[in-house]
Each structure stands twice: as C-alpha cells, then as structure tokens.
C-alpha cells in the first residue's frame, strides 16, 4: 500500500509496527478495501504477475534480487486477499 516506495528508494529499509496494528488492519482496513478485491485486485495481480514473469519493473529495469522478492510478497498478499 505503498511502503514499496520505501523498499525501492532505501534498500534494507526496516518498518516497525505497534503489536496493535494487525489488529486495526484486521477490524478497520481490510474492511474497507473488501468492495475493491472484487475489481481492481484481480486486475492488479495479472499484471504484477505478468511483469513478474518477464522480471522486469514497471519503469522498464530489470529486477533486482530485492525486487523480486518484494513483487513475490504483493502477489502471496494479492493471492491472500482475493480468497477471503
């Protein structure tokens, strides 16, 4: 949601959340992106899965080692998603 940004500008950046925040995420965010599983997701992992697949990012460089693990955690996150 963004914190991709952070990966790609500063590599090995950590991010540190309060023991509470899965708990928010669970009652307040995932709620409210529900009605968007149905549309954009689906739509957003065919085409982070097809770019993955040519290991290319979408500024057209090739993947780094760093960015495709990062782009194999958005697609597990999007897979996740989509079943609930």
Do not use: C
């Not at 995932?30 to 770019?51: K, Y």
């Not at 780094?64 to 998603?81: C, E, F, K, P, Y």
């Amino acid at each position: 949601m963004g914190n991709q940004a952070y990966q790609e500008a500063f590599p090995g950046v950590e991010f540190v959340a309060h023991p509470n925040a899965l708990a928010d995420m669970e009652a307040e965010e995932i709620p409210s992106i529900v009605p968007a599983a149905d549309t954009t997701f689906p739509i957003m992992l065919r085409d982070i899965e097809a770019r993955f697949a040519k290991g290319i990012r979408r500024d057209g460089q090739p993947y780094t080692g760093a960015d495709s693990a990062n782009v194999a955690r958005q697609i597990a996150a999007l897979r996740w998603a989509l079943r609930r």
